[in-house]
């Protein structure tokens, strides 16, 4: 049973226009949601995080939302750039547990 | 060196062999773990590492060992394989504070077994 999905595998956005990745999940204990980024022979590398008290964290071009009702999240990157390109993955905690539970990730490519 | 680095980066090695893989963190973080990483699935838990004691293994085959000798290092020991157990294994660390933690990740062994 996978608790986090992000249905997308891939995503292609032209330089400079939104890049918009979603994910989903199931499992209601969950109250901390994070991204990571990854790029070919690297571990993942920690993006941005949200709260579930919030439905919304901006840091500089990332902006995570948070839809607790409907048990859905979404990383956007504005504008996007070629370095953006790469693997994300959504991953979810519950307070009292260490373990993140991860997406299978959205590959994103920016089209110069 | 910062953040977690793991060894060796790549490693190929027969189903009858016995190898380790090493991971050290210099973040001064408390709780260690240990991901698999196959093609097109999520990354999977293997054993979490909290104050040096092991604190979950999620089902993984006794064919993988971990060993945490002290909270800057963490170890897992390989022995007689599976062909299906080729993927990239990440180290992660952690400050664990009981709630919402960012885990960091190293770059990850991957590991071929003929």
């Keep these: 049973d996978q608790q986090v999905k992000q249905n997308s595998p891939?995503?292609?956005?032209q330089e400079g226009r939104i890049s918009i990745l979603n994910c989903d999940y199931t499992?209601?204990?969950f109250d901390y949601f994070l991204w990571y980024k990854k790029y070919p022979a690297e571990g993942p590398t920690f993006l941005i995080s949200i709260s579930s008290i919030k439905d919304k964290n901006e840091d500089g071009r990332f902006t995570v939302f948070l839809n607790k009702s409907a048990k859905h999240l979404s990383l956007h990157i504005v504008p996007s750039q070629p370095g953006d390109s790469a693997v994300y993955f959504c991953a979810a905690i519950w307070s009292g547990n260490e373990k993140l539970t991860f997406g299978t990730g959205t590959r994103l490519t920016i089209i110069p | 060196?910062?953040?977690?680095?793991?060894?060796?980066?790549?490693?190929?090695?027969?189903?009858?062999?016995k190898k380790s893989l090493k991971c050290e963190q210099h973040l001064g973080h408390n709780a260690m773990y240990w991901y698999k990483q196959s093609a097109k699935k999520p990354l999977e838990l293997m054993f979490v590492y909290n104050f040096k004691e092991q604190t979950e293994n999620n089902s993984v085959p006794s064919r993988f060992s971990p060993e945490c000798p002290n909270s800057s290092h963490l170890f897992l020991h390989l022995h007689t394989l599976q062909p299906e157990d080729s993927a990239l294994y990440l180290c992660a660390s952690s400050q664990w504070d009981?709630?919402?933690?960012?885990?960091?990740?190293?770059?990850?062994?991957r590991l071929t077994v003929l």
């Excluded at chain 1, 891939?10 to 956005?13: A, C, E, G, I, M």
């Excluded at chain 2, 060196?1 to 009858?16: D, S």
């Excluded at chain 2, 009981?98 to 062994?109: A, E, H, L, V």
């Design chain 2, 98 to 109: 009981r709630g919402s933690d960012t885990q960091y990740f190293g770059p990850g062994t």
């Design chain 2, 1 to 17: 060196e910062t953040g977690v680095t793991q060894t060796p980066r790549h490693l190929v090695m027969g189903m009858t062999n």
């Design chain 1, 10 to 13: 891939s995503l292609s956005v």
């Design chain 1, 27 to 29: 499992n209601s204990m």
